[in-house]
């Protein structure tokens, strides 16, 4: 087994994660540390796995730039439960009403599931122009002193991203970050809650991050079922019940990756920039072929959805990428066509590849 | 790094996985089978991970004897979700009632999160005796026709274990088997739910398997939070949401080591019968000194709770085992002394080393 025979993967998640990391995994798989047995293996309470969780709380606090103001905690359930679990615990009455923006299938997904737990209301849709596009923050209908503002910083399906967290005054902001989280620098200090789904920039599936402000944590009732409660997972220190331990020893292996190895969010930050718009610029200068579903100002760093011109040529594109070695670029079928996601563990020889294809692909094909 | 290097792991959970699992995932981490990447690396929707799931389906099913009644999940939450999905999904009507034994700590979690969330009857309770034994179904108070009655076949902290399920006429039982699922052959015919967290004998922390008779998912109303819903999970085939994708690959090969390594649910059962009266023979033969927890007609086959006639004396136990390699058997506080988890991946080699330190050990101590 070489690096070598690893193919370029463009999944939107499960995503890529970085080689080093991997190949850390790997080395100490069947005796963690000296412990005698795999990570996998410990209980989570021994001191070693605390040492892990404890370490992995630490780097997501340093590269978020937090200190005591926010807890760190580490779930199951993915964004689906969240999407529950942030209605139930934040609105503070049954009176209460939160705002929703929505952008995409995602935070539609986090809109249709909080209207079923308290009064929800729309601060926006894109849903008419099939989620191309984001609302600037004049555009945002808001009732008085919502008891939060939710939006989703990156839609991985439609590839549009906040560039800068919507404006709703103090009303506490509640973002979905899964498929930007960890690729940039975030003013937490606007936001009552930023949660990500592992699976993308963080981690493999099956952990959730969720970062909360401390004095949110009052308005969670003792009577919501227990696994739903963030001040029950606060107070036990993501230890109400055994967490998914190898997710959070993989998510620290990469926070300590992003800050010794790639420089921090900042750094980070750049490199996603210019891999994307080596992307970006071949689809501008061959937009006759290729076709980017999001508007200019609202494309994501994170996933480039474009078309191509017929269903045939999409199918050759994918089928030619493939033998080269770049996968897993089928569009999501709501936009059809191709998605690149090119999260920070791909790399920019990764994305040189893939430009290079599209150049030559453009050329031989019209 | 040899196979010398581990120790022998008798963690009640996360706990021992077998060596062999643990070097095929090592071996084929950077590059599943060929496709270029890792299975943490690729889409839940890719036809490389829908495989692994399949198998892992159909190897439960294999194992457990069940064919098209029941269905299999891969969710995520543990059990702590589950004392809430299973009153949530299972009860009829706000009148309806459930009954439930508690017969350990994990069985009074259950009761306790169940009573917040509906109906339900107290049909036994070993707490006036520490939980070191169990009842006869005569002993069960029940309620005319309730929703289904709860039991723990196997309390993980207490080491009392269910010989054969209890009888409640034709009363759905629900039964968490997370201590001992896959140690021994189930009557599925007589469960409506057996459910189990994978961390002892299936797999990683991370992966809660429920396994449902299909008749039951018609008592899930529509209005519950989406991801509590299991007829959602059932109708989306457990990806409702993005799986816990690296933890199930694990578990299909553990399901693959127990069919064709060790022969199937019927022979790993003797093989824990006889590992577990090693330990228990040493037990009596030194009752002087080891006091098993649990009454013997109810003794686990997968945890053995003993004590020892003093903390200091203890200490020196857990001091020396380690010294030979023998880790991770403190009993939990709430019994004190020795806990010794021998479950599935626990080879006889290693019972057997643990067998010859108690016997030495009460030699020089006595």
Known sequence: ?????????????????????????????????????????????SATFIEVL??????IKQLLEIDDSHEVLFLQGGSRLQFSMIPMNLLRSAEDRAAYIVSGTWSQKAYDEASGAGN????????????????????????????FLYYASNETIHGVQFKEPPEANNTA????????????????????????CAQKNAGPAGVTIVVIRKDLLDRSKANLP???????????????????????YV?????????????GLKQIAEYNLTKANLIYEIIDQCSDMYRGHAEHEHRSKMNISFNLTSDELTA??????????????????????????????????????????MKSFYTQNS
């Open 1 to 45: 087994m070489t690096t070598a025979d690893r193919t370029y993967n463009f999944s939107a998640g499960p995503a890529t994660i970085p080689l080093k990391v991997l190949q850390q995994i790997q080395q100490e798989l069947l005796n963690f540390k000296g412990c005698g047995a795999s990570i996998m293996e410990i209980s989570h309470r």
């Open 54 to 59: 404890d370490s992995a709380r630490a780097g």
């Open 120 to 147: 929800i209301d729309l601060a926006w849709s894109g849903k008419m122009s099939n989620f191309n596009t984001l609302p600037a923050s004049s555009d945002l209908s808001l009732s008085d002193d919502p008891a």
């Open 173 to 196: 902001l509640v973002c979905d970050a899964s498929s930007d989280f960890l690729s940039r620098p975030i003013d937490m200090q606007r936001h009552g809650i930023v949660y990500a």
């Open 226 to 248: 227990g696994y739903l409660n963030f001040k029950t997972h606060v107070e036990q220190n993501s230890m109400f019940n055994t967490p998914p331990t190898f997710g959070i």
């Open 251 to 263: 998510i620290d292996l990469i926070c300590q990756w992003l800050i010794n190895d790639m420089g």
């Open 316 to 357: 050759k594109f994918l089928r030619e990428a493939g033998q080269q070695g770049l996968n897993s670029l089928k569009g999501h079928r709501s936009v059809g066509g191709i998605r690149a996601s090119i999260y920070n563990a791909m790399s920019q020889e990764g994305v040189l590849a893939l430009r290079d294809f």
